[in-house]
T-cell receptor, first 110, second 116 residues
Framework: AQSVTQLDSHVSVSEGTPVLLRCNYS??????LFWYVQHPNKGLQLLLKYTSAATLVKGINGFEAEFKKSETSFHLTKPSAHMSDAAEYFCVVNFNKFYFGSGTKLNVKP | GAGVSQSPSNKVTEKGKDVELRCDPI?????LYWYRQSLGQGLEFLIYFQGNSAPDKSGLPSDRFSAERTGGSVSTLTIQRTQQEDSAVYLC??????????????FGAGSRLTVL
């Protein structure tokens, strides 16, 4: 069965420190993978997508994600967190239908 | 249209009443999804339409929930005999197709439903 797992429901970092939001998927083949962000009281916005081209994908606002087939992972990273990054982040997989992870709430401390 | 349009943006209703939520997807998008997001929760899949295929209704929580998509474009989500636990933001999203890796889901702003 296809599934997507976000390992952390909450992540808290200090401003200026790195961000790591983890996502693992299970599939018998390489799917398309996405990260979406939802700021408080806002709609969902595409952050980045992986579609079998380069394994390191760069998105908006300095975020990037690396597809690792051997680990079935697609973790989201950013070298230096900003206060405006505080939001909820969703890992999404497309196996002929879009499946959402349960979300990770990122808190950024001043 | 330029984006996914949902209406109403806010709906307050009394328990037991029926409500209809509307989604107008991006022109040319054949796939349309409904999700529900309760306060502080993630996205709960409700139903998925792909072109002229039979919809995937596997996420509808009860038979009080139904959805239609007329002419392959506009979709209506209907909730009959609303209950307080139906209170949530109902999100609609569309994409061109879902069997191609290049496709992206574009979301509407959502319809916030409050059942008193």
């Amino acid at each position: 069965a296809q599934s997507v797992t976000q390992l952390d429901s909450h992540v808290s970092v200090s401003e200026g420190t790195p961000v790591l939001l983890r996502c693992n998927y299970s599939s018998s083949y390489s799917p398309s993978l996405f990260w979406y962000v939802q700021h408080p009281n806002k709609g969902l916005q595409l952050l980045l997508k992986y579609t079998s081209a380069a394994t390191l994908v760069k998105g908006i606002n300095g975020f990037e994600a690396e597809f690792k087939k051997s680990e079935t992972s697609f973790h989201l990273t950013k070298p230096s967190a900003h206060m405006s990054d505080a939001a909820e982040y969703f890992c999404v997989v497309n196996f002929n239908k879009f499946y959402f992870g349960s979300g990770t709430k990122l808190n950024v401390k001043p | 249209g330029a984006g996914v349009s949902q209406s109403p943006s806010n709906k307050v209703t009394e328990k037991g009443k029926d409500v209809e939520l509307r989604c107008d997807p991006i022109s040319g998008h054949t796939a349309l999804y409904w999700y529900r997001q309760s306060l502080g929760q993630g996205l709960e899949f409700l139903i998925y339409f792909q072109g002229n295929s039979a919809p995937d209704k596997s996420g509808l929580p009860s038979d009080r929930f139904s959805a239609e998509r007329t002419g392959g474009s506009v979709s209506t989500l209907t909730i009959q005999r609303t209950q307080q636990e139906d209170s949530a933001v109902y999100l609609c999203a569309s994409s061109r197709r879902t069997d191609s890796g290049a496709n992206v889901l574009t979301f509407g702003a959502g319809s916030r439903l409050t059942v008193l």
